[in-house]
């Protein structure tokens, strides 16, 4: 079976600019949570989407958007685009919403010139 | 804040010895815990989950939660060059799906 995919895997953008990430979960997987990796820190979380429907939120400014599709993919949007949002993006899918384990996506590296 | 801590390393251990990684935690009400390895540019990768106290061993790793402490560890034993990575310690608290501390870098020697 295939694991979570993200598209694209490296991005290059200026400042100023916006950003569409993709994901989609393992098959069968109904929540997706996206994080954020900056070097040398662990994963901060950002959303959240279970059955297409937010559950939760991080400490990230309101540039940071996500939605959930039909098929339970997701795409996260990053508008106004920092120097700090350069970053590793990471997908991760679970089966429900609660305290399932969590399976993480290649990620994205985005990199903000 | 819930926060996750861990000492960022580098642990530096020889082929063949047991590695010790430790993680505490703030949150009271934690109530699933996880330990990931990621390698330098990949992704966190599942090692262990453990949710009550004591340990849970896989193969060559064991996690030991004790929640009176707020405290969870992984033991690699055998450690092998192939183990040298980043271990991160995640912790499930309630509505954000995981916290995680900034990792612990382990290096195997051999």
């Known amino acids: 079976d295939a694991g979570v995919t993200q598209s694209p895997t490296h991005l290059i953008k200026t400042r100023g600019q916006q950003v569409t990430l993709r994901c989609s979960p393992i098959?069968?997987?109904?929540?997706v949570s996206w994080y954020q990796q900056v070097l040398g820190q662990g994963p901060q979380f950002i959303f959240q989407?279970?059955?297409?429907?937010?559950?939760g939120r991080g400490n990230f400014p309101d540039r940071f958007s996500a939605r959930q599709f039909p098929n339970y993919s997701s795409e996260l949007n990053v508008n106004a685009l920092l120097l700090g949002d350069s970053a590793l993006y990471l997908c991760?899918?679970?089966?429900?919403?609660?305290?399932?384990?969590?399976?993480f996506g290649p990620g994205t590296r985005l990199t903000v010139l | 804040q819930k926060e996750v801590e861990q000492n960022s390393g580098p642990l530096s251990v020889p082929e063949g010895a047991i590695a010790s990684l430790n993680c505490t935690y703030s949150d009271r009400g934690s109530q699933s815990f996880f330990w990931y390895r990621q390698y330098s540019g990949k992704s966190p990768e599942l090692i262990m989950s453990?949710?009550?106290?004591g340990d849970k061993e896989d193969g060559r790793f064991t996690a030991q939660l004790n929640k009176a402490s707020q405290y969870v560890s992984l033991l690699i034993r055998d450690s092998q060059p192939s183990d040298s990575a980043t271990y991160l310690c995640?912790?499930?608290?309630?509505?954000?799906?995981?916290?995680f501390g900034k990792g612990t870098r382990l290096s195997v020697i051999a």
């Open positions: 991760a899918s679970t089966i429900g919403g609660g305290s399932d384990t969590q399976y």
């Open positions: 453990i949710y009550s106290n």
């Open positions: 098959s069968g997987h109904k929540s």
């Open positions: 995640a912790v499930y608290s309630g509505n954000t799906p995981l916290v």
């Open positions: 989407y279970y059955e297409k429907e937010e559950r």
